[in-house]
């Protein structure tokens, strides 16, 4: 997820796309200019919520080694068994994290060190605000500055691109082109699909509706692009939406966008068992079995949520402010 760097323009373009949303589902002309303006002012009231954040995530890179609090700073010669690297957006980089303790990266490491009695080194590339069209410059940069590659690679990516509103396929192809690369190197992948931004309190309902039906599009097109690579995707949104929805004031950091620190292990140990059967590595039991979303439940519950808002907006307007 990503505190401000979608700006202004990503909001103004999902209320835009929302709204039409709000129209195909109810067939009202007047309705489209009121849910036009309704969204529009909803996308500037979360923008204000939501703020800017120049913060940078904790410094968490190194070698972690089992049962080891503290890692080991990595350089030439530094001796380590797997290279785990983190790519992706602000949520993979551990934004709203307050010390390095609570870094996704950092709690996947540790978890895998642990697990499998070997030394972890865990190298960073993803950056706070990046969408799918972010992973090929990470990936290249991965391929020029090291040498030796990763033998595991987790993403978190997409909610970056429900707020910039970028196409669902495209999306998907680019993230199927990154695992795909990564793979060809010989590099076991877990890709952590597009959360559920229907979580998200500072976005406001009917446009939090609207977002959260884009997310879980994105989270099912990305889960068959990184198959068709060879990777292996972990469906954030479904796994994490009802602990988030119990209890936001817990699995929310300050910035009420990104996780805190019992979000971000929540997250873990939903990714570090499918990483860890990947690489041979896991004796803890049996995996999660991911759940299932109905597409036509759905999209029957977002059809319902964003006519009955916006028809209940429309009734509170003058005849005409409607027509303005």
């Known amino acids: 997820m990503q505190q401000g760097g979608s700006g202004r323009g990503g909001w103004r373009q999902a209320a835009v796309a929302g709204a039409a949303t709000v129209v195909a589902g109810s067939g009202a002309g007047t309705l489209s200019w009121a849910a036009y303006r309704h969204l529009l002012a909803q996308a500037a009231a979360a923008?204000?919520?939501?703020?800017?954040?120049?913060?940078?995530?904790?410094?968490?890179?190194?070698?972690?080694?089992?049962?080891?609090?503290?890692?080991?700073?990595?350089?030439?010669?530094?001796?380590?068994?797997?290279?785990?690297?983190?790519?992706g957006d602000s949520t993979a980089a551990g934004m709203g994290c307050v010390v390095a303790d609570e870094v996704p990266g950092v709690l996947i490491a540790r978890g895998l060190a642990d697990e499998s009695g070997k030394r972890i080194r865990l190298s960073t590339k993803a950056i706070p605000g990046a969408t799918s069209k972010g992973l090929e410059g990470q990936v290249d940069a991965m391929l020029v500055a090291h040498h030796d590659r990763p033998d595991a690679a987790v993403v978190f990516i997409g909610a970056n691109d429900v707020t910039k509103k970028h196409a669902v396929a495209a999306s998907a192809e680019r993230l199927r082109t990154a695992v795909r690369r990564l793979r060809a190197e010989g590099t076991v992948v877990v890709v952590g699909t597009c959360p559920d931004l229907g979580v998200v309190t500072a976005i406001p309902q009917p446009l939090r509706a609207v977002v959260r039906t884009?997310?879980?599009?994105?989270?099912?097109?990305?889960?068959?692009?990184?198959?068709?690579a060879g990777g292996h995707p972990v469906a954030l949104a479904d796994l994490l939406a009802p602990e988030f929805l119990a209890a936001p004031e817990r699995m929310f950091s300050a910035d009420r966008f990104h996780p805190s620190a019992a979000g971000y292990e929540l997250a873990a140990q939903q990714i570090l068992p499918v990483l860890a059967a990947a690489l041979g590595e896991w004796a803890g039991g049996p995996l999660p079995t991911l759940p299932t979303v109905s597409d036509v439940a759905e999209q029957r519950r977002l059809v319902s949520r964003l006519t009955a808002s916006a028809n209940r907006h429309v009734s509170r307007l003058r005849p005409r402010d409607a027509l303005q």
């Open 47 to 87: 923008r204000t919520v939501i703020g800017r954040s120049t913060d940078r995530p904790p410094e968490a890179d190194g070698v972690y080694a089992p049962g080891a609090r503290v890692p080991q700073r990595w350089r030439p010669g530094v001796q380590s068994d797997l290279h785990l690297m983190i790519f």
């Open 214 to 228: 884009w997310g879980h599009r994105l989270a099912r097109a990305q889960t068959s692009a990184t198959l068709a």
